[in-house]
């Protein structure tokens, strides 16, 4: 094991199923004890990469190592130091949940003087000791199956952890719970978590990976993806006056500026506008001076718009899509392409 | 292995708190007690060649066909339904321990089962309570054989029917293949003998030494040879192995 290098290693990993390729030449590495989000659109091959980490399917080709082990060369080694917590969460109906996670314990290899304590341990951590103790599996509610799922997958201490959409089908308040459970192994273990969720990646994870059709699109931290991907400044102006004196006031700060109001006037007769420039530039101090200066105008709210990981993610599988399928520019006159397995991502509404 | 012990514990505990197992042992003892009792029937009515218990042995197929498919059709196809084979296969347990532990625990309750009927003879001397019948309902040899047969033919069964549940993800699939291999293995390779008599003598020979039905007239006369075990033992290791690979390769 190398102490000082990444807990997880991937170089040009590819696999094939058939004919379908499902991961294509993805490269990444995670630092210990990072929190790193997959995302991907369905079919991405987000759960095929962590199947391969886990070593649970061998990869066509390509290196995958956990803790400077090779996955394909030593998997037992790696199933030793991962905890895997796979998509849907499958357990046994008819355990208690004290009762399987001991019987887990024991095939990770936990000593047996260790395992009493150590399971006691995670249900405190995944609040499953007092209510859900010596109930059957089978009758807890999908929250409680959850954190059963994520006991399981931190119970031998592992580097690295891999859960497969760990929040699918939980209500916010419970989704707040695993985020937080998540958040609690930040610094200790590294933890690879996938979801199609934007928003929950953005605030859980250190590092993001988007992934589509099984190619890496983009990596890095979300304020890095930022700046690669977005490449403009985005205002939201609550606004009341004259809008068709208004197009050469805004010109006037920056030509290539577009603006749209984006409703009708509300009572009171404010317009909502978006204001965009094409760069990344802060012009709401010259938009509140100039707004100033003519009086005729009031202004109720300015307030620059975060680009979202949602903005990220449509950006960076646009530009996959428009890199995959070149002869589409190539031949605009050919019949309709076939259309991708996913819809192709559109531009999201600009909140009003 | 270190994770077999766990692993088969794991599988005796969902067995034996499954209603399924006890349904499936309650109907296995009526059948075979229903069998036991019309043999002692044709016994009474007429004089027969062979004992009680040798023509009970006879019949071991008959629980073999249902038995077995039933208590192995669950073992591993429904383990990769649910997707739990998945997550056991993540822990440092191997494909062979897996397989191993989903056998032996088919394997003791196929034993038990048949250790039960062990009290048909004991209650029909006890009911007739003659010093003659006793020495025809309890032959020492005819038992020991008998149950040892049933003992070490079961490796090969109870390890078809992993085979079969290895195979897919489907429990009727599983129970469907694991009856037609059963059936092919056992009346298939008697048919099989019938037809190899004007072959030459190198496969009438091969065939012979296939005889499961051969083998337990041997057994059941006493006669204990070294080459059914081999048979037995070599064929449950090949077919174990192959589950294992089928395991290790579609999880």
């Known amino acids: 094991m190398n102490a000082s290098g990444p807990n997880i290693e991937v170089h040009n990993l590819h696999k094939r199923f058939g004919q379908v390729s499902a991961v294509e030449d993805i490269t990444f590495e995670v630092g210990k004890g990072q929190i790193m989000g997959f995302l991907g659109p369905n079919g991405a091959g987000k759960s095929t990469t962590m199947r391969i980490l886990c070593g649970i399917i061998p990869a066509t080709s390509g290196v995958a190592r956990i803790c400077g082990i090779s996955v394909a060369n030593h998997p037992n080694e790696v199933k030793r130091r991962i905890g895997y917590m796979p998509e849907n969460n499958p357990l046994p109906d008819d355990m208690r949940v004290v009762e399987y996670l001991r019987y887990r314990g024991h095939l990770k290899e936990i000593p047996g003087r260790k395992l009493k304590q150590r399971v006691e341990t995670v249900m405190e951590l995944c609040d499953l000791r007092r209510r859900a103790r010596r109930r059957v599996i089978g009758t807890l509610s999908k929250g409680y199956r959850q954190r059963v799922g994520i006991a399981d997958a931190i119970l031998a201490e592992p580097d690295v952890i891999v859960m497969d959409e760990p929040t699918i089908g939980l209500d916010p308040h419970q989704i707040l719970a695993v985020r937080d459970l998540i958040d609690s192994f930040r610094g200790e273990m590294t933890v690879i978590l996938s979801s199609h969720i934007l928003a929950e990646i953005e605030v859980s994870c250190d590092c993001v990976i988007i992934i589509n059709n099984g190619r890496l699109v983009a990596t890095g931290s979300p304020v890095n993806l930022r700046t690669e991907f977005i490449h403009n400044t985005i205002y939201d102006l609550q606004l009341q006056g004259d809008l068709a004196a208004l197009d050469p006031l805004l010109k006037s700060i920056h030509p290539d500026l577009t603006w749209a109001p984006s409703s009708d006037p509300d009572e009171s007769g404010f317009y909502s506008l978006t204001i965009e420039v094409p760069q990344i530039e802060n012009i709401g101090e010259e938009i509140l001076l100039l707004l100033q200066r003519h009086a005729e105008y009031r202004v109720r709210a300015l307030h620059a718009v975060e680009p979202s990981l949602e903005d990220i993610f449509l950006a960076a599988t646009k530009r996959s899509w428009n890199e995959s399928m070149p002869e589409k520019a190539v031949n605009p006159q050919a019949t309709e392409p076939a259309r991708p397995p996913v819809p192709h991502p559109t531009p999201p509404d600009r909140p009003g | ?251």
Not at chain 2, 44 to 66: H, I, Y
Not at chain 2, 172 to 179: E, I, R, T
């Open chain 2, 1 to 251: 292995m270190k994770h077999l012990p766990h692993l088969l514990k794991n599988e005796l505990r969902a067995l034996f708190i499954s209603p399924a197992t006890y349904i499936a042992a309650v109907l296995f003892l009526i059948l075979m007690g229903w069998l036991y009792w019309r043999i002692l029937l044709q016994f009474s009515l007429e004089p027969q060649d062979d004992l009680p218990s040798a023509l009970f042995f006879q019949l071991f197929w008959l629980p073999v066909f249902f038995m077995v498919p039933l208590l192995t059709m669950k073992s591993l196809a429904e383990e990769r339904r649910r997707g739990t084979l998945e997550t056991l296969m993540t822990t440092p347990a191997t494909g062979m321990e897996i397989v191993l532990s989903k056998f032996a625990a088919a394997y003791i309750f196929y034993c038990c089962l048949w250790l039960l009927t062990l009290g048909f003879p004991i209650l029909a001397n006890l009911s007739l309570n003659s010093p003659m019948m006793e020495d025809r309902l309890l032959d020492r040899a005819t038992l020991f054989g008998g149950y040892l047969f049933v003992a070490i033919s079961g490796l090969l069964f109870i390890s078809v029917g992993i085979f079969a549940s290895s195979l897919t993800r489907s429990q009727v699939v599983a129970g469907m293949l694991s009856f037609c291999l059963l059936f092919i293995i056992t009346i298939g390779m008697r048919a099989l003998h019938e037809e190899a008599v004007s072959w030459g003598p190198w496969l009438r020979e091969t065939v012979d030494y296939m005889q499961i039905f051969r083998h337990l007239e041997e057994f059941s006369r006493g006669v204990i040879d070294t080459r059914p075990f081999f048979f037995y033992i070599s064929n449950t290791a090949l077919i174990l192995g192959l589950s294992v690979i089928v395991v290790e390769a579609k999880a």
